[in-house]
Every structure is written in C-alpha cells, then in structure tokens.
C-alpha cells in the first residue's frame, strides 16, 4: 500500500515511471499534496532504474491549481512559507535527470499548468484548457510560471497568457508551443505512454547526458555550449550500452540497453 495520501507512483519494468495526483476533485494544491509531491521526486531523482517519467492525474482534472479554500485560512507569512514549496515541486520536476511528460486532462490551472511547464514536454487531451489564473486573483505566478513560460514559447506569448489570465484551449496551446502533442481524451494515458515509450527504448545514459546538454547549455554562448556538448558525449563512449547498441545492429537485433 502506498505510503501518500493524494499520489501514488507506479513502476514499469521498461523504467517507465508514473507520478499519478489524486486529490479529488480537481487535484488542488494544498499543503499535504504538496509535502507527499516534494517527498516522491525526491525518491525519484534517484532511481538509478527511471528513464522516463509521466505526471498524471487519476481523475477528470490535471491539476486546478492552489487550494482556494485552504490558502484563505493562511496568513501572509503562511503564503510566504508555502509557495516557495510549490516552487521547490517545480524545480524539483525541471530537475529531474531523466525527461518527464506532462500527460493534462481537464483543468491545467495556476500551479497545475506551472507543474505541466515543470516538465520536458506537454500531452494535452483535445478538450483540456491550460492558463497561468493568478492575475485575476491579484497576484501572479509564484512557481516558475513568468520564467518557465517565456523561455518555452517567447515573452509576448508568455505575456498575452499571463497578463490575459485566460484557459487556453488545448489547440491554442498548441498553437503557441505550450503543448507538444493532443491526443482524443480517450487516447491521453495511451499518448503519454507511446511517447515515453520510444525514450524509454533508447539508450538511458545518453538520454539523461542529452537532457544534460540541453538545459546546462541554453544559457550559454553556443561556443562554449558546444564544448560542453562534446564533454557530455565523451562519457557515453565507454559505456556498455554505446557497445551493446553497435553489436544490436550488426546483429540486426533490437539493442539490450542497460544503463550502463
């Protein structure tokens, strides 16, 4: 039996990982949610095993953001303790050391669609809607949304979002690079799962060292991202997967992959 309360995690032997919310009925982002959250991806960055995880909701709704209710009987120096946890769940997701995916029905609302913005790409069900909320509430986004959003799609975009407070739908998110795929309603799990499918095929330490790469070297002038490129690839070179994956194909068999 799991040991949390409003999530669970499920394993598959292919190193697919599942982080599932369910906190009905909208998955709202209160204190024990988000405590049991900080808890397991901590536990998840590091399982050695993980190649790719899923956030997931077990009900109609991804995530409706921060828990109304409960945020009315904090004061301000709870909110000033509070959101900087939220926050830490973000940049805990973005830092994972294997890619995520964040597979959104329903509602992806304040802090929900900053989580889905936490992760490496974005599966929306085609009647979901997305949007950062927190303007028309008279504050703004607290856990990375006005950092994450610009980076992702551009700071005029990332404006009209915020600034609108509007749900956006998942065409339109579509549309403005927020979401990377739709899938019918119906399809979402079996989407996310295809997705994570193909990552988890491939080779586990060059995945994690291109994850790597990428994030380590956006900021950097493309002269010294390309030698940090370079250092990153020098360590899949004596790996057992890099020989494992030139023997699959001589053999013209699907590779062994090992992590190793």
Same mark, same amino acid.
């Given at each position: 039996m799991s040991r949390y309360e409003t999530i669970r995690i499920e394993s598959e032997p292919n190193g697919m990982r599942r982080l599932v919310m369910d906190r009905p009925p909208v998955n709202a982002l209160g204190r024990v949610l988000v405590d049991e959250m900080t808890d397991a991806l901590a536990a998840l960055s590091s399982d050695d095993d993980a190649r790719c995880l899923i956030l997931i909701s077990a009900g109609k709704h991804f995530c409706a953001g921060a828990d109304l209710k409960e945020r009315k009987t904090m004061t301000v120096d709870d909110v000033r303790a509070f959101v900087p946890k939220l926050a830490g769940v973000c940049e805990g997701l973005a830092a994972l050391p294997f890619p995520s995916i964040a597979a959104v029905s329903g /509602?992806?609302? !304040?802090?929900? %669609? &900053?989580?889905?913005?936490? %992760? #490496?790409? *974005? /599966? @929306?069900? &085609?009647s979901s809607k997305i949007g950062l909320r927190e303007t028309a509430l008279a504050i703004i986004p607290g856990a990375g949304g006005t950092q994450r959003l610009p980076r992702l799609v551009g700071a005029a975009v990332a404006k009209r979002w915020i600034f609108t407070a509007e749900l956006f739908s998942a065409e339109a998110?579509? *549309? #403005? !690079?927020v979401a990377q @795929? /739709?899938?019918? #309603?119906? !399809?979402?799990a079996d989407e996310a799962n295809r997705v994570a499918g193909l990552i988890c095929a491939n080779g586990p330490v060059a995945i994690r060292l291109a994850k790597q790469a990428i994030e380590l070297g956006l900021d950097l002038p493309l002269q010294e991202a390309l030698a940090l490129e370079w250092e990153r690839y020098q360590k899949v070179l004596e790996t057992h997967d890099r020989t494992e994956a030139l023997a699959a194909f001589a053999e013209k068999r699907p590779p062994r992959f090992e992590g190793r």
């Amino acid at each position: 039996m799991s040991r949390y309360e409003t999530i669970r995690i499920e394993s598959e032997p292919n190193g697919m990982r599942r982080l599932v919310m369910d906190r009905p009925p909208v998955n709202a982002l209160g204190r024990v949610l988000v405590d049991e959250m900080t808890d397991a991806l901590a536990a998840l960055s590091s399982d050695d095993d993980a190649r790719c995880l899923i956030l997931i909701s077990a009900g109609k709704h991804f995530c409706a953001g921060a828990d109304l209710k409960e945020r009315k009987t904090m004061t301000v120096d709870d909110v000033r303790a509070f959101v900087p946890k939220l926050a830490g769940v973000c940049e805990g997701l973005a830092a994972l050391p294997f890619p995520s995916i964040a597979a959104v029905s329903g /509602v992806a609302a !304040g802090g929900g %669609c &900053e989580l889905a913005l936490a %992760c #490496d790409f *974005r /599966v @929306l069900a &085609e009647s979901s809607k997305i949007g950062l909320r927190e303007t028309a509430l008279a504050i703004i986004p607290g856990a990375g949304g006005t950092q994450r959003l610009p980076r992702l799609v551009g700071a005029a975009v990332a404006k009209r979002w915020i600034f609108t407070a509007e749900l956006f739908s998942a065409e339109a998110a579509l *549309r #403005d !690079g927020v979401a990377q @795929l /739709v899938a019918t #309603d119906d !399809g979402l799990a079996d989407e996310a799962n295809r997705v994570a499918g193909l990552i988890c095929a491939n080779g586990p330490v060059a995945i994690r060292l291109a994850k790597q790469a990428i994030e380590l070297g956006l900021d950097l002038p493309l002269q010294e991202a390309l030698a940090l490129e370079w250092e990153r690839y020098q360590k899949v070179l004596e790996t057992h997967d890099r020989t494992e994956a030139l023997a699959a194909f001589a053999e013209k068999r699907p590779p062994r992959f090992e992590g190793r």
